[in-house]
């Protein structure tokens, strides 16, 4: 079955359920506070949890790949799993394994995320175009192909991205700009939104210098545990906020392992990112 592309999908769940997206961020930390072991049991259990409490109600979920990558194959097996079952409850599913190499290697990378019947097939997956973004053009073919979606990192949320993204290349613009601005042709006359996103940092303060009218949607990590709240997104993103997907991991997680508390705090992030996009 062929699938609508992702970006139609994303605009449905997003004026469904709100834009939250929130992480499945297994830390070592937290499977400790939530009183599990830093065992491939407790990676399954704590996956599983978030998936029961937060997949029939939030628009997106982010499982870290990296959280599972570090138990093997059979973290890798719970990863599988975790996707199924997300997808399976209606939440569109964001693999977060910022793959990016030569092309070549890109392709497979693609295929193993991006090709439908793949078993780590995700929604969309969030893309390095730092070896040139036409080294990208596997995985933007393949996604185009499947009807998933790519996040491409634009202007990370972390402090140290700065050094590379606010970079000015010979042309006067800066390697971030340069990367919104391929979206924003890869989306061309997209309707309802585009299918290849950007990865901005919600940390970022004011951006209004750059461009980010990408008629596609904008991942936007940062709001929780790293200091940017749902009420700093009008003014980081400007009228790009009705495309913004907010990310929170840390900060939903932290409630855990009741379902009921992830919901409540899922809920209040929600409500705030709402309020603060209804009010712009
Ligand atoms: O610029 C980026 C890109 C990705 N991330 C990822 O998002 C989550 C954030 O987790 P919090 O616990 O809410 O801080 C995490 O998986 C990062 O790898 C990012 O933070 N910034």
């Not at 093997?72 to 975790?82: D, H, P, Q, Y």
């Not at 980081?236 to 379902?259: C, K, Q």
Request: hydrophobic share 45%.
């Amino acid at each position: 079955m062929t699938l609508e592309p992702f970006g139609a999908r994303l605009r449905r769940a997003m004026d469904e359920r709100g834009p939250l997206c929130v992480g499945i961020d297994p830390h070592a930390s937290l499977l400790a506070e939530w009183g599990l072991d830093d065992t491939v049991a407790g990676l399954e259990r704590f996956s599983r949890t978030v998936v029961e409490a937060l997949a029939d109600r939030v628009a997106v979920l982010k499982p870290q790949s990296a959280f599972f990558e570090r138990f093997g194959s059979r973290g890798m097996a719970v990863l599988e799993r975790s996707v199924e079952e997300a997808r399976a409850a209606g939440a569109l599913v964001v693999m977060d394994a910022k793959r990016g190499d030569i092309g070549s290697t890109m392709a497979a990378y693609a295929e193993s995320f991006l090709r439908k019947d793949a078993p780590l097939f995700s929604d969309a997956l969030t893309v390095s175009p730092y070896l040139g973004y036409g080294s990208l053009s596997p995985a933007v073919a393949l996604a185009r192909e499947s009807g998933a979606g790519l996040f491409v990192l634009a202007l990370t949320s972390n402090p140290e991205g700065g050094e590379v993204q606010h970079a000015v290349r010979a042309d006067g613009r800066s390697v971030g700009a340069t990367m919104l601005a391929h979206l924003a042709a890869e989306n061309t006359g997209e309707e309802p939104l585009g299918s290849f996103g950007a990865v901005v940092g919600a940390t970022l303060g004011d951006l209004s210098t750059y461009d980010l009218d990408i008629n596609g949607p904008i991942l936007a990590p940062g709001i929780g545990a790293q200091g940017a709240t749902p009420a700093d997104l009008p003014h980081v993103f400007g009228a790009a906020v009705r495309n913004v997907v907010p990310n929170v991991s840390r900060g939903v997680l932290r409630h855990g392992p009741d379902v009921v508390a992830l919901r409540d705090a899922a809920d209040r992030f929600a409500q705030q990112v709402r309020a603060a996009v209804e009010a712009a």
